[in-house]
């Protein structure tokens, strides 16, 4: 059997297959102390690209990460 690499969202650039990332990334799930900057490119990724956005959040009462979304 053959694997189709386009199908997989791979594609081929001179010889070597990339990966594609608008095709295969379903989401982001961003650190709770991430940078302002890298956060609003994500974002702005994210809204070009219909790719959901979270935001991990710790909990105010436990040590547990929370995803809140963002997009």
Known sequence: MTANFEE??????????VFDLKTNIKAFYL????????KKEIIEF???NNIHVYQMVLSPNTYDLEAEKII
């Open 8 to 17: 997989m969202g791979l594609k081929n650039l001179e010889g070597k297959y």
């Open 31 to 38: 650190g709770a102390k991430i940078a302002e900057n890298f």
């Open 46 to 48: 994210g809204q070009k």
